[in-house]
């Protein structure tokens, strides 16, 4: 690991240190690299803002935020994203992380594709959000200098086809629980890998819950009764 890019380091603690080596024997290297990406771009994003923000707990929910992709919850119907922070909290309990610690990260975790509430809550929980956005979809590409992006990518590079290769890793991720991206952006994802893939409709879902059905029933025997 290299120690700084553009006045950023990688927090120099056990816990990072445990978390580095944990995500490392879980996940690929796109995956990886990705992650720590994350963790430079938001922690970037909190020091241009002068948020107060944990850099250790920063580290950890940005390293933790895609493990719900990987083939260990093959079978798992949450999503991903919870997945993710269940792992997060579990790893951080093991290490005798505070209570209101993991839930910070649990939250950051959990909360990272749902856009329009984390940057409204505490400063990591936002910073996993923003990191991520930048480097998947390059939200806010031009408020990062050039040297501030070319040093991030040299040190972790995001290798060539990564936008088809995120995509691929999310879809693998989601499959076999296409129900649990409901709500999400990610069910583009399930759209644009497979063509017999079907979005749930809210509308659809508001006109033909129980709710509806019984209103219609009760309707006909009404005007039957009249």
Same mark, same amino acid.
């Given at each position: 690991?290299?120690?700084?890019?553009?006045?950023?380091?990688?927090?120099?603690?056990l816990l990072a240190r445990q978390v580095t080596e944990f995500i490392r024997d879980?996940? &690929?290297?796109?995956? /990886? &690299?990705?992650?720590?990406?994350?963790?430079?771009?938001?922690?970037?994003?909190? +020091?241009?803002?002068?948020?107060?923000?944990?850099?250790?707990?920063?580290?950890? @929910? %940005?390293?933790?935020? !895609?493990?719900?992709?990987?083939?260990?919850?093959?079978?798992?119907?949450?999503?991903?994203?919870? !997945?993710?922070? +269940?792992?997060?909290?579990?790893?951080?309990?093991? %290490?005798g992380i505070a209570a209101g610690d993991v839930e910070v990260v649990w939250n950051?975790?959990?909360?990272?594709? =749902? #856009?329009?509430? #984390? $940057?409204?809550?505490?400063? $990591?929980?936002?910073?996993?959000?923003?990191? @991520?956005?930048? !480097?998947?979809?390059?939200?806010?590409?031009?408020?990062? *200098?050039? *040297?501030?992006?070319?040093?991030?990518?040299?040190?972790?590079?995001?290798?060539?086809?990564? @936008?088809?290769g995120i995509i691929d890793a999310f879809y693998q991720g989601m499959r076999h629980? #296409?129900?649990? =991206?409901?709500?999400?952006?990610?069910?583009?994802?399930?759209? /644009?890998?497979?063509?017999?893939?079907?979005?749930? !409709?809210?509308?659809?879902?508001?006109?033909?819950?129980?709710?509806?059905? &019984?209103?219609?029933?009760?309707?006909?025997?009404? &005007?039957?009764?009249?």
């Amino acid at each position: 690991m290299i120690e700084k890019i553009e006045g950023i380091a990688i927090p120099d603690s056990l816990l990072a240190r445990q978390v580095t080596e944990f995500i490392r024997d879980t996940e &690929n290297d796109l995956l /990886f &690299n990705h992650s720590v990406r994350v963790y430079f771009w938001g922690a970037m994003v909190g +020091n241009r803002k002068r948020m107060n923000f944990d850099p250790e707990l920063l580290y950890a @929910a %940005c390293m933790f935020h !895609d493990v719900g992709l990987t083939e260990h919850y093959g079978d798992s119907q949450l999503r991903f994203e919870v !997945d993710g922070a +269940n792992a997060a909290a579990e790893f951080l309990r093991s %290490c005798g992380i505070a209570a209101g610690d993991v839930e910070v990260v649990w939250n950051a975790v959990a909360l990272h594709t =749902t #856009p329009g509430i #984390p $940057e409204f809550m505490g400063a $990591e929980i936002a910073l996993v959000q923003a990191g @991520a956005g930048m !480097d998947v979809v390059g939200r806010g590409f031009d408020d990062f *200098s050039p *040297s501030e992006r070319e040093g991030v990518a040299a040190a972790f590079p995001r290798e060539e086809g990564f @936008a088809e290769g995120i995509i691929d890793a999310f879809y693998q991720g989601m499959r076999h629980r #296409p129900q649990s =991206t409901f709500g999400t952006f990610n069910d583009d994802v399930l759209a /644009f890998k497979d063509p017999t893939f079907e979005r749930v !409709d809210i509308c659809k879902a508001i006109f033909s819950s129980r709710w509806s059905v &019984n209103a219609h029933q009760c309707g006909k025997q009404c &005007n039957h009764g009249h």
